[in-house]
């Protein structure tokens, strides 16, 4: 089983910068994508950044030049540097991998959910 969890959610006022952590951990042969995924409020979930093991990234039309999504594929990490924030950035934000567990078996887990909120 591979667990997942989040940090670095917080208050923020708009124009302002926080940082998302994400940290695998459990039985991993091999992680091929990770990313960041969003809910606000009435909404559905969606994507907000993702990344390859060989840095490929791909990024939510709404944050494209805001985020940056970076990963340690050593420390089985991903981090979501977001800038320039906005109010309606404002959601529960969730770290989800997906991968290849030691036991040989695919994966997909997803973190708990930290919560960002961005005041006007």
């Known amino acids: 089983q591979v667990q997942l969890v989040e940090s670095g959610g917080g208050l923020v006022q708009a124009g302002g910068s926080l940082r998302l952590s994400c940290a695998a951990s459990?039985?991993?042969?091999?992680?091929?994508?990770m990313g960041w995924y969003r809910q606000a409020p009435g909404k559905q979930r969606e994507l907000v950044a993702a990344?390859?093991?060989?840095?490929?990234?791909n990024y939510g039309d709404s944050v494209k030049g805001r985020f940056t999504i970076s990963r340690d594929n050593a420390k089985n990490t991903v981090n979501l540097q977001m800038n320039s924030l906005k109010p309606e950035d404002t959601a529960v934000y969730y770290c989800n991998a997906a991968g290849t567990s030691g036991w040989a078996k695919p994966f997909a887990s997803w973190g708990q959910g930290t919560k960002v909120t961005v005041s006007s």
């Open positions: 990344i390859t093991s060989g840095g490929s990234t």
């Open positions: 459990g039985t991993i042969r091999s992680i091929n994508a």
